[in-house]
């Protein structure tokens, strides 16, 4: 089966007469959103412990683990938060959060580009909140 464009599927759906026929027809090209799969093969690419991994993107390990066992989803600042802390590309950044649902990190917000630069220059969590606490952003966490 050919793969269709996100744009191919946004146009059939705007034609389509009725949302059942449109999942009907495109079952096959809907993503698979599991996180949790995607979040783990990335940490297995990292050499960082769990607990380092906890401590660097600020949050419980309790937490860190109901997220890897996929009892908890990560809000999008959480979920960049464990991108930071797991010294992610923004590549890798973007897709995870495209992945998820979540706005891809945006040069024109000037928040989006805080973070974003935090993540090109391999800033850590904290100096990346100070920035946003200086420019009266909300910080991650």
């Not at 007469?17 to 093969?41: K, R």
């Not at 990560?74 to 960049?80: A, V």
């Not at 040069?107 to 606490?133: C, Q, V, W």
Request: with cysteine.
């Amino acid at each position: 089966m050919r793969e269709r464009s996100t744009d191919d599927l946004g146009q059939e759906l705007m034609g389509a007469p009725n949302i059942d026929a449109y999942i009907h027809n495109n079952e096959a090209f809907f993503s698979e959103q599991n996180i949790t799969e995607s979040l783990a093969e990335l940490y297995e690419r990292k050499a960082v412990s769990k607990a380092a991994l906890a401590r660097k993107s600020g949050m419980s390990e309790v937490y860190l683990h109901q997220v890897f066992s996929g009892r908890r989803n990560p809000s999008r600042d959480r979920l960049l938060c464990l991108c930071i802390g797991l010294e992610a590309t923004l590549e890798e950044t973007q897709c995870l959060l495209k992945q998820s649902a979540y706005a891809q990190l945006y040069p024109k917000s000037k928040r989006d580009a805080i973070i974003t630069y935090g993540i090109l220059h391999h800033m850590e969590l904290h100096a990346i909140n100070d920035k946003l606490f200086a420019e009266n952003e909300k910080t991650l966490f």
